[in-house]
């Protein structure tokens, strides 16, 4: 004697799981994708006063064009234009006769002093440039213009 | 007693998970697409000249460096140009005492007796983009850059110093 067995479809567990976390991977995408639209909208502009350390003369005096835009090297994302720029001495600490530590101007590098116009979004940890680079006094970043390619540190932002 | 085959069958649930995958994998593409940054339209702007300097080459080194060797990128291998002049000038040593003189504090410096700053004059093809920012084999071309030295038997980093165009005569 035969006995049919009827063998329909089973939903388990395992297939739950599979559709949560796709779900999940939908929900996050919108997400993000909802979140940087928004940033990007809201852009405001701040002014990044900067130096950069310990360069030549020659790159010193390139730099300094105003109005040239600033572009990240990391992604070539362009974050601002220069404002203006001027370049001193690099000042070195250096011990005298004394064993004191007394400040005299580098031979040869110099320092950059700039301030640039950079387009950005006030958080709470302080101004993205671009709405994703965190800038805060004290940070760096690898930036190049048409002329020429540097290190800017941060020392002051105001809106 | 027969014995029946169970047969996979494919049911709705399968469906479904197929249908959901293949979305995601869709929008994700769709996502990557659109947020990958469009190439920089770049145009080939021809000969470019620039210098780099190599600092501290000690002097046994400098005889590795020569006009008309090929400089090639030590990170990817890219030929970068040609060197047309090599200029050397004694590397510099700066003191850890200032010197007064005069009232005026400053920082003594000397010269090494067998360490040398190198600038390389190296000639190219170079591609400019629509901002007018001048590439060769992917190396930007502006003042500060890093480029990553190599010839046959020397290698080092190097910084652009300065750059020109030639118009093509």
């Keep these: ?159 | 007693m027969l014995q029946q085959r169970k047969k996979a069958r494919f049911n709705l649930v399968d469906a479904l998970i197929i249908i959901f995958i293949l979305a995601v994998i869709a929008v994700a593409a769709y996502l990557l697409l659109s947020v990958l940054r469009q190439p920089r339209t770049v145009s080939n702007s021809g000969q470019i000249e620039f210098d780099v300097r190599i600092s501290n080459v000690d002097e046994s080194c400098l005889s590795l460096i020569k006009n008309g060797d090929t400089v090639k990128d030590s990170v990817t291998g890219a030929v970068l140009g040609t060197i047309v002049d090599v200029q050397t000038e004694k590397a510099q040593y700066y003191g850890t005492v200032a010197v007064e003189e005069d009232g005026v504090i400053t920082v003594p410096t000397t010269d090494y007796t067998d360490k040398y700053d190198v600038y390389v004059k190296i000639t190219a093809n170079a591609e400019k983009d629509e901002r007018g920012i001048h590439t060769v084999a992917g190396t930007r071309i502006v003042i500060g850059s890093t480029v990553y030295f190599k010839v046959p038997s020397f290698t080092s980093i190097s910084y652009i110093t300065e750059f020109s165009t030639r118009t093509p005569g």
């Design chain 1, 1 to 159: 004697m035969q006995t049919k067995q009827k063998t329909g479809p089973r939903f388990n567990i395992f297939d739950v799981l599979i559709i949560l976390a796709v779900i999940s991977c939908i929900a996050a995408i919108v997400v993000k994708v909802f979140f940087i639209e928004e940033v990007q909208a809201d852009l405001n502009n701040a002014e990044i006063t900067f130096i950069v350390e310990n360069v030549s003369e020659g790159t010193a005096e390139a730099f300094c064009v105003p109005d040239r835009q600033i572009y990240l090297q990391d992604d070539d994302t362009q974050i601002g234009t220069l404002q203006s720029a001027s370049y001193s001495a690099q000042k070195l600490l250096v011990e005298d006769a004394g064993g004191k530590l007394v400040e005299a101007d580098h031979p040869t590098k110099k320092q950059i002093q700039g301030v640039a116009s950079m387009s950005g979004y006030w958080s709470e940890d302080g101004f993205l440039i671009g709405g994703t680079h965190l800038a805060t006094v004290g940070s760096t970043f690898k930036i190049y213009t048409k002329d020429v390619a540097c290190t800017i540190k941060i020392v002051g932002i105001a809106e």
